[in-house]
């Protein structure tokens, strides 16, 4: 990792929803150090600031994918960012979702709202290898149809089972209504044999680890990410404590029998 931002362009732009774009971005000169799937980046936007970011594409040039929502002044800084705009990245920070632990087992990825964007590298890395896991599940659920994001990918990936369920559908929507737990009954999924990956909100996290949990999977092979305040990446400012525990220094991925007793301090 740096303590400067290291410059990176921009190379493609995708508006995802109203107020959230991927950027794909590539070094301008030395690549940083591999990122893996379930870490995050500082990212600087220059004149403003830089805000953390979980990568939600690993590439082999060293190029990574950063899925950003407009809720301040950096992100939306960011999201304004053209093809051909530089900005900074400082990484990789934080813990991995760990896929390996899944070999051989199956995999249940459930995703809230933009939770979806670090999980994407997770689950493309898991349909990469077929013969490595069981059965690949994946449950998406967002507010409303045009909070959905990666629709058309979503659609493009051949797992066991894929659902999809918003909370207040428009007219358009004939899916699935409701919160995305419900989807579990489909998923095709051994308890036991069963390694879980979970981002989002915190109440769609603690809903979903716990109906998880009461299902039988194994709570040290519930994985999620816990991404609250998160400030500096290293700790030191302390806007990342979560009962003991500094999320930048041992997240954002956890498992979820240490994030349980973290998640029932309420949302600041």
Known sequence: MTALPVPHRVVAR???TGDT?????????AALPDFVPGQFAMVHCFGRGEIPVSVSSVRATGGLAHTIRSVGAVSAGLCAARVGDVVGIRGPYGT???LE????RDVLVVA????LAPLRPLILGALAEPAAY???NVLVGARTPAELIGRKEIESWATAYTGVTVDRPDADWHGDVGMVTQLLGRALF???ATTAFVCGPEPMIRATARELAHRGVPRDRIRVSLERNM???TGHCGHCQLGPVLVCRAGPVVDWDLAEPLLSVREL
Do not use: H, K, N, Y
Not at 21 to 29: A, H, N
Not at 112 to 115: S, V
């Open 14 to 16: 995708r508006q995802e």
């Open 21 to 29: 774009v991927t950027l794909r971005l590539e070094p301008v000169d």
């Open 96 to 98: 991995s979702w760990g």
């Open 101 to 104: 632990r899944a070999r051989g």
């Open 112 to 115: 809230g709202g933009i939770g």
């Open 134 to 136: 069981r059965r690949v």
């Open 190 to 192: 051994e308890p036991d």
């Open 231 to 233: 400030r500096c990446a």
